[in-house]
C-alpha cells in the first residue's frame, strides 16, 4: 500500500489524523495552493506564518524519519503528477468550506481521498435534531452535544510507527519562490504553538472575568493555531479540561461555538453570499463611509482604534470585532459581506465559517443573531471595557495627552480627533427602522 499524506490545516504531529491512520509506505505533502496564493497579497502575514509552521512540520517528520515534500501549484497538477508514481490513495483532514468541497471532490476523480475528521470536534453531518433537521440555535446545539463537552478527555491519534517513507526528490521553495515576503509577526506568534497554550492555562482561572477587556491578554490566543492546525481542536480541549480549573467551562463554550459555525456553514452553504433569515436590507453603498471604516478614519475612536490595530497586526480582539461590525451593518448599514471579506483579506486567525457566522449575527441576518434593535453604543463600550483608554491610547498615539474621559463621550474631543463621521443616536434608530421595515417585508 503506497499512501499520499496530503496535510492541509493539520500543521503537526501531535494528534493527527492522517498519521495514525496511514499504514505502510507514506509520501507526506504540503501544496501552498496556487489557487489560493495568487489572490493573496504579497505581504500577507498568513503565508508567513503557515510557511513557517510547514517548516517546522517538515522538520518533525524528518526526526521521525519521515519527510514533507512541500510543492507550488495547483492540487489538480500535483496529484495528476504524483498519480503516474502508482499511489493508492490520499489521506487527509476534511475541510467544509465550498472551496476545499470542490477541491477535495475534483481530486477524488484522480486518486481516491480518504478524510478523517480532524480540525473539528465533530462532523458537521451528524448531531441533527430528531426530526432529521439541522440545529439552527447555538444553546439546543450546545445541549445536543453534553455527553462531547462534559467528557473529561476527548480520544487523541496516535501516529503508527511503523511508516516508511516514500523518497521523492524535490525541492522546498522558498517565501520569495512563492511570491510573498516575509513579514513580521506579533510577539506570541513568534512562541510555538506548545508554548501558546502553556501561556493560556495559566490564564485559564481568569478567563470569564478577563476575556471581555480588550487591554488585557485575557483571552487564549489560539485562533490561529486551531486555523492551521498546529493545535487541534482536540489537544486544547483535553490541556484544559485536565486542569480541572474554575472557569474552564466557559473557555470550552467558546470552542464550541467555533463548531457550531461550521455546523451552520456546513448546513446552509449559501449564508457565505447570502443573509441566512432571507431578509432584504436597504444598504448604503458610499464607498467612502467603507473606506473611512476599513482605515480607521471615522472619527469614532474606539472603531478607529480597533481598525488601525487590525491593518497593522491582522489580529482584533472578539469584543472589538463584535463592536466593529455592528458599528458597519448598523451605524453605517454597509452590507455585512463587504466588512466579511475585509476581515477575510487580513484576519490572521481567519476561518470561513466563524467569520460568516459572526458576521452575520452582528448584522442580525444569521442563525441565532443579536436582535436588530440591540446595537453596540461605541462610547458605552469604551468606558467599560477600557475606561483608561489604554487600548486606544496604545494605537493612537496623538491621544496620549487626552484625558480618557473624553473619549467615551460622542463629541467631547472636539478639534483633538476627527470629526464622528455618524451621530450614534441617529445612526442607530435609522438601523432599527431599515431593519424593522426589511423583516416587516419578509413576513
Ligand atoms: C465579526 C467577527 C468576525 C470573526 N471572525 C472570526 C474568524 O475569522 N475566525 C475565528 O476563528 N473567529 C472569528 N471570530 C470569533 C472570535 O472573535 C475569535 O475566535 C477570537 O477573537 C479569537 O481569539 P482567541 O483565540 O483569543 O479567543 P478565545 O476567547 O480564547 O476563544 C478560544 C477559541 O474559541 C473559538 N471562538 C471563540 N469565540 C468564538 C466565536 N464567537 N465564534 C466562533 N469561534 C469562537 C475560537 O476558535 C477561539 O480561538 C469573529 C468574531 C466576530 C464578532
Same mark, same amino acid.
Given at each position: ?100 468541497? %470542490? ?87 513568534? %512562541? ?18 478577563? =476575556? ?54 456546513? #448546513? ?36 478607529? @482604534?480597533?481598525?488601525? #490595530?487590525?491593518?497593522?497586526?491582522? $489580529? $482584533? #480582539?472578539? =469584543? ?31 476561518? @470561513?465559517?466563524?467569520? &460568516?457566522?459572526?458576521?452575520?449575527? @452582528? ?44 473619549? #467615551? &463621550? ?10 464622528? $463621521?455618524?451621530? &450614534? ?15 416587516? @417585508?419578509?413576513?
Amino acid at each position: 500500500m503506497k499512501q499520499i499524506l496530503w496535510f492541509r490545516r493539520d500543521l503537526r504531529i501531535r494528534d493527527n489524523k492522517i498519521l495514525e491512520k496511514a499504514s505502510n509506505e507514506v509520501m507526506p505533502i504540503f501544496i501552498f495552493d496556487k489557487n489560493i496564493l495568487e489572490k493573496l497579497d504579497m505581504d500577507d502575514k498568513r503565508v508567513t506564518f503557515i510557511y513557517d509552521a510547514v517548516i517546522s512540520l517538515k522538520k518533525s517528520l524528518q526526526a521521525l524519519g519521515l519527510d514533507l515534500y512541500i510543492f507550488y501549484d495547483t492540487p489538480k497538477n500535483v496529484f495528476t503528477e504524483l498519480k503516474k508514481l502508482d499511489f493508492d490513495e490520499v489521506l487527509c483532514s476534511s475541510d467544509f468550506d465550498s472551496y476545499s468541497i %470542490k477541491r477535495d471532490k475534483d481530486i477524488s476523480k484522480i486518486l481516491p481521498l480518504k478524510r478523517y475528521l480532524d480540525s473539528f470536534l465533530i462532523n458537521p453531518r451528524k448531531n441533527l435534531k430528531k426530526d432529521g433537521t439541522p440545529y439552527k440555535v447555538f444553546t439546543p446545539f450546545y445541549k445536543s452535544l453534553f455527553w462531547l463537552s462534559s467528557s473529561y478527555q476527548i480520544g487523541e491519534s496516535t501516529t503508527n510507527s511503523k511508516l516508511k517513507l516514500y523518497k521523492y526528490k524535490s525541492k522546498t521553495p522558498t517565501l520569495e519562490e512563492l511570491g510573498f515576503k516575509s513579514v513580521e509577526l506579533p510577539e506570541f506568534l513568534k %512562541k510555538t504553538a506548545e508554548n501558546r497554550l502553556d501561556d493560556f492555562k495559566e490564564k485559564v482561572e481568569e478567563y470569564e472575568n478577563n =476575556r471581555d477587556i480588550f487591554y488585557k491578554e485575557g483571552t487564549s490566543n489560539l485562533g490561529v493555531d486551531l486555523r492551521f492546525g498546529t493545535l487541534s481542536a482536540r489537544i486544547i480541549f483535553n490541556e484544559i479540561r485536565k486542569l480541572d480549573k474554575k472557569n474552564s467551562e466557559v473557555f470550552i463554550r467558546q470552542l464550541f461555538w467555533r463548531e457550531f459555525y461550521n455546523y451552520i456553514l456546513f #448546513h446552509f452553504p449559501k449564508s457565505e453570499q447570502e443573509n441566512w433569515n432571507g431578509i432584504e436590507v436597504k444598504w448604503n453603498e458610499d464607498e467612502e463611509d467603507f473606506k473611512r471604516w476599513c482605515e480607521g478614519k471615522t472619527g469614532v475612536v474606539l472603531i478607529d @482604534a480597533a481598525m488601525r #490595530h487590525f491593518n497593522k497586526t491582522g $489580529m $482584533m #480582539h472578539n =469584543r472589538l470585532r463584535m463592536i466593529v461590525s455592528s458599528f458597519l451593518s448598523k451605524n453605517l448599514l454597509i452590507d455585512w459581506k463587504k466588512g466579511e471579506q475585509y476581515f477575510a483579506k487580513k484576519l490572521l486567525d481567519y476561518e @470561513a465559517s466563524s467569520n &460568516i457566522g459572526s458576521w452575520q449575527w @452582528a448584522a442580525s441576518t444569521g442563525a441565532d443573531s443579536v436582535p436588530y434593535f440591540r446595537i453596540f453604543n461605541p462610547y458605552l463600550q469604551s468606558v467599560k471595557f477600557d475606561k483608561e483608554a489604554i487600548f486606544i491610547k496604545s494605537v493612537i498615539p496623538e491621544l496620549k495627552e487626552v484625558n480618557p474621559k473624553l473619549m #467615551h &463621550i460622542e463629541g467631547a474631543l472636539k478639534d483633538k480627533y476627527l470629526k464622528p $463621521m455618524v451621530d &450614534i443616536k441617529y445612526s442607530r434608530q435609522r438601523a432599527i427602522n431599515v431593519f424593522k421595515e426589511a423583516k416587516n @417585508a419578509r413576513v
